[in-house]
RNA sequence: UCCGCGAUAGCUCAAUGGUAGAGCAUGCGGCUGUUAACCGCAGGGUUGCAGGUUCGAGUCCUGCUCGCGGAGCCA
């Protein structure tokens, strides 16, 4: 079987004759000259088809290649430095596979809820493309930080009993003869369990809200990526989270700059994301709030604007820790300093992104978990497994959610985050 | 759930209450270096749905449907 070229590798194989099997991205053509371009999922590449060079048949051929219609087309490899790519291709055949339909995504602008609609072509056009890659980067990043460090991955369940924080609304369904289930919002409860069996470990999957929440900051389902370890404290987990987010953003720094170039993406922001990351106390928010001239009464959670407001002051991703307790998860444990905040920290993104990691240290004395557990009115039969964490050999530990698609977003500039999952799930969107 | 905005050609948008139009896409023709190529010609419309006001409604009013943005919730 022949070598399979790919565009990506183009440089590689200059001055050789490649074969390359696509999609029609664009063509363009003069009366004895045609520029048809190739997709073929690594990049694009124009060939160059002129006239005089080919059979007549040949020549004619491409008139008939509408847009996304896949072909093969066979040339030398020619460094031009006029072309995007860096190289072109001087034709020497072109094979029809399948002429398309008419090709509802245009080169030109659309809406979003017509590309939302086709979600399933939109995926080709080159600034999707782009941030499909830099989202599958986001996540072999992820791993590759937890793995190196000797963490263990941990699946979690998606189907659970009852709600995890007892706070958000979450999908229902009915479960053969046990009852209700409801689809995950998080696996952590599960983490720490396994915490306690392996000591480093991760969780990583999808997760669920059924909040009817509107924002371009909101889906429906996401992926988390959860770390728990046995015997960390809040600073621990601090360090855990600065480590993690600049090993992410540099790995796509690092190994994927063409496709933050194709969404013209302004990379300042994130070179600067460097250790150390800002830490500071949700009462140095707040008077940072109040500087500003903010209304804001100690014990709210802040709120979006808030964030903005706050990480602004900064010019790369924070950490606001130690939350008042009352808007806090009942499995967070207080500061023994000042019983009225949670050993909670929230890490915020520069640009206005908000926040993409959530976490704490949790709870790890018995008789305090079970006192949340009736403070929060939440059902304590649910919970007997979580408790006998703490029954049997309780040690300090800590860990945090990092949502993938808010960090893509933040990390793509986007403005919206279903850009950043292949088909997003939203209230008003199920389909494709 | 609440507040605000919107719906006109396949797409993106125009149209003082007075003959519904442009660019792109599609089809045909032209061009040997095009870069969202360009030039010429052609086809393409139940103005979201249902009422109302008016001599006359895409435009004004009422209701509905769908969507978008924000708040709350959070990753």
Redesign the pocket.
Known sequence: MATKFYVEDLAQHVGEEVTLQGWLY??????????P?LRDGTGLV?G?A????LSEEVFNRI?QL??ESSFVMKGKV?K?D???GGY?L?VTDIEILKIAQ???????????????DRRHLWLRSSRQHAILRIRHQIIKSIRDFFDGRGFTLVDSPIFTPAAC?G???LFETEYFDLGKAYLT??GQLYAEAAAMALGKVYTFGP?F?A??????????E?W?VEPEVAFNDLNDNMDLAEDFLVYIVQSVLKNRSAELKTLERNTAFLERVQKPLPRISYDEAVDILHKKGLPFEWG????????TVISEQFDRPLMVHRYPAE???FYMKRDPQNPKVALAV??LAPEGY??????SQREDDLDLLLQRIKEHDLPQSAFEWYLDLRRYGSVPHAG????????VSWICGL????EAIPFAR????LTP
């Open positions: 664009n063509k363009r053509s003069g009366g004895k000259i045609k520029f371009i124009q160059v002129v006239k005089s060079n008139d509408t847009q020619r031009e006029r072309a995007p072109e001087d008419e090709y509802p995504i245009t080169p030109k602008e659309h809406g979003v809820e017509f590309l939302m924080e706070t958000s609304t919002q998080s997760t809200r909040e009817k929440s509107k924002t371009r900051r909101h889906l429906t996401f988390m709210n959670d802040l709120g979006g604007t808030d964030e808007v806090k998860a929230d890490v908000g926040e993409i990691i959530g976490g945090f959610g990092l949502g993938v698609e808010r960090t403005d919206h985050l279903r939203m209230i008003y969107r």
